[in-house]
């Protein structure tokens, strides 16, 4: 069966060090990736989105990997800061791009 | 300001009751969803639409229902039929598939059965 797989478990970590979220994907031949923020309560919000043909993004703080072999993306957030505490979706195509199929998300608690 | 708007925030429906939510957008976005988020859950889709007048179930379309008369406007009714309607939905739009693939989304209502 399809599945995107995202820990479950809530990440904590100290601020300033480097936060990696894990999203794992069966049985779906992405074109792309999407990683979202969602804060409680509201929409997520967009960050990055990763084609299969790219290895890495960057943008300020994140970072992402698309390793279509292992069927995994890792998501790096570095000198983590509080304000990056929310629950991180990732998100990615199926059936030719058509429709946007969403993991359960990350809660990650960056501490002071 | 460009952006997608969900209406109510809030919506408390009564059993046996049909209830709508409103979904608009002026992003000029072809691609409308709706999901369904549960506690713990992630988003599970409920229907599509990739342009007006055409829409497709998604993975939990029974018990709703959609339309897309208006590019703008994407409306989901959550019927009597729908067994376990208290959830948080949210509404994305995005443009064309494959290239342009970024979902915004609206801010979400709670429904509550009551």
Known sequence: SQKIEQNSEALNIQEGKTATLTCNYTNYSPAYLQWYRQDPGRGPVFLLLIRENEKEKRKERLKVTFDTTLKQSLFHITASQPADSATYLCALDDTGGFKTIFGAGTRLFVKA | ?114
């Open chain 2, 1 to 114: 300001d460009g952006g997608i708007t969900q209406s109510p925030k809030y919506l408390f429906r009564k059993e046996g009751q049909n209830v709508t939510l409103s979904c608009e957008q002026n992003l000029n976005h072809d691609a409308m969803y709706w999901y369904r988020q549960d506690p713990g859950q992630g988003l599970r889709l409920i229907y599509y639409s990739q342009i007006v007048n055409d829409f497709q179930k998604g993975d939990i379309a029974e018990g709703y229902s959609v339309s897309r008369e208006k590019k703008e406007s994407f409306p989901l009714t959550v019927t009597s039929a729908q067994k376990n309607p208290t959830a948080f939905y949210l509404c994305a739009s995005s443009g064309a598939a494959l290239l342009n693939a970024e979902a915004f989304f609206g801010q979400g209502t709670r429904l509550t059965v009551v």
